[in-house]
């Protein structure tokens, strides 16, 4: 959630009641200027790599500064943006439906778009035919309490269009500025932001990206005030030339991780006859202040409800593991998820969110540490970044955190705490939040440090096929399943999820090929310290071929690795699963008396290096009976982009190994 702009901050800016106005010497930019379309931009094509672009992006400006609020005095910063397209196949369509996300709090404060202008150019006969955003063509949809967005569809757009946008939008969240992303998903030939920010204020900014981003301005400009005096901003221009489009790959956290980018936190303020004030300078100053907010340290202290409703959840128990245990069961099981993440409560006491019944990752896993702190159990929050929401740049910056969870610390291990998921036992923490490291905050001290997020649970799937081929070439059995860790999650997240049995059977049986089953079972689906474990009998069709006397199938059936998802011949991004794990199958094949085995698949082991992962295959005869075991292990969450060719090479043999048949040969 955007950070509300500070009290003090205001009232210092209404004392001090200054307007800017910034002049600048600067040397010639780049003109871009609404509805003047160059001819050579309709002939703009996507070439090299980018060949199979479906729109280029010629180019993408934006300003940022800041304004006297004509309400509060106070300052607000003005985001300006300039986008234009040129339309190069249908796939490009979707760029005329624009959308813009504006935020709102409880506290009046607000983002306003205040202009909008947008439009298509078509060559005709030729001349260019302009075609406006018609009124009819703007919509509005409020999200939810806090979040609105402004659509707008553009007419007439075609294969050969080209389409812009320009926008302003005002906003009172002052503490972080909007940031600038300098690549996107289709080749990108300028793509420039400009930042003015008055002397009074002290941002941090961060750059990230695999692309170096071009930064030709930064400069001290002349600023002058309504009462005569005279003061600078600082101007700072950063800038990227002909942005390849950024390939998706599998397994990222995000690719905002990987697009270039900047972003922006206010550190502290300046104010005439006011001291320096540090908000946000270090991360003694980040916790000092959380302990101090009513939706943080303050909610945690809050006892009264835990007062309560304690001796009804221990019911005597003196045990720390178990008492831990019985708290964060008691908040799954009264308190469900509303699949929002924040780092601040939206209501300031614990009572209210167990009346609500509801709530986001903050007032659970904050409500959470409440209970533990009123039965003298010492746990700590742990700020996190998401998954999607991006690696954190390290240093002390407050908004780059959109999750918290618990710690705790019993008999020398440590245990992470998340209430978010009922099927989450403690130890574990939802996959979303495995981005390998949180900072945990001393809320006392006003001290924290970075702890390592890796799971240390087994993350296993074993697959059990005892089967055996008739002379109508079914396959007739068992089969077993058995889940660890976040393999087991996902199970019984889809589980639960999922109307009835009958439906999730249904999906079950959805990619498997003439599979009927019967006799479902599952076992220990609330028991979370168990082995998840499934049952079925099974008929298989359609996966045997038969031509002349021989009998052909793919020993591992529905359980193969078909595709190899890592294609690209490099990459620049690590290679990042959350969690290590391994994968197993077994099978073992009865076959008829009159049939023998014709060809068997070599088997093999194919390992990386320093351990670091390994596949094997093999097969056993005995008889007429066959035995195939499949091994995958993934022992690392992370492989950095050096890696990459030689997990890709492994993941090949996977896909060639595991496609491999078995012949067998009727007996004459």
Known sequence: MRNTALKILMVALCASSISLHAQTNQSPKKEFKFGKIEPSEFSAKAIGVDSAASAIKLFDVGNCYFELSSSGGGFVYVFERHIR???????????????????KNSNAAKEDLSSMDAATYNMVDGKMVISKLNKDAKFTEEFNKNYSIKKFALPNVKEGSVIEFKYRIKSDFIFTLRGWKFQSDIPTLWSEYNVKIPEYLDYKHNTSGYYRIGHPVHETINATYVSGLTSTAT???????????????????????YTP??????????????????YNGSWGKIIAGLAEREDFGAFINKNSFAKSVLPGILKGEKDTLLCTKLILNYVKNNVK???????????????????????????????????????KIIAYPVLLSTRENGEHPGYPVVSGFNNVIGVIQIGGKTYFLDATDKDLPIGMINSES???????????????????????????????????LNKENKLVGQINQYSKGYAALSLRDKYRKTNSESEF??????????????????????????????????????????????????????????????????????????????ETYRMTLNFPEDYEIDKLPKGGAYKLQDNNGDFSISYVTQGNALMVKSIININKSLYTPEEYFDLKALFKAIVEKQAEQIVLKKKV
């Open 337 to 375: 998820w509303n699949d929002d993440y924040d780092i601040y409560t939206n209501a300031i006491n614990p009572k209210s969110i167990f009346e609500k019944k509801t709530g986001s990752s903050a007032d659970i896993n904050l409500s959470l540490l409440s209970l533990l702190k009123e039965a």
């Open 505 to 582: 059977l249904k999906n079950f049986k959805k990619d498997k090929t003439g599979l009927e089953l019967s006799n479902y079972k599952i076992q220990n689906l609330d028991n979370l310290d168990e082995l998840l474990t499934e049952s079925m009998d099974v008929v298989i069709e359609d996966n045997v071929e038969e031509t002349g006397n021989l009998v052909y199938f793919t020993p591992l059936l529905f359980e193969r690795t078909k595709e190899n998802l890592f294609k690209h011949d490099e990459r620049k991004f690590p290679v990042d699963f959350a969690f290590p794990f391994k």
């Open 85 to 103: 397209y040129k339309i190069l196949n249908k796939n490009g369509y979707d760029l005329a439906n624009f959308k813009i996300q504006l935020y």
């Open 261 to 278: 980018r900047i972003s922006f936190e206010l550190r502290g303020t300046n104010f005439p006859q006011d001291i320096y004030r540090d």
């Open 235 to 257: 101007y700072d221009k950063y800038v990227i030339e002909n942005a390849p489009a950024l390939k998706d790959e599998p397994f990222v956290t995000t690719m905002d991780d």
């Open 434 to 468: 495995l981005s390998h490291q949180g900072f945990y905050v001393d809320l006392k001290s006003y001290s924290g440090n970075w702890i390592s997020t890796e799971p240390t649970w087994a993350n296993e799937k074993t697959f059990a096929y005892n089967l055996s």
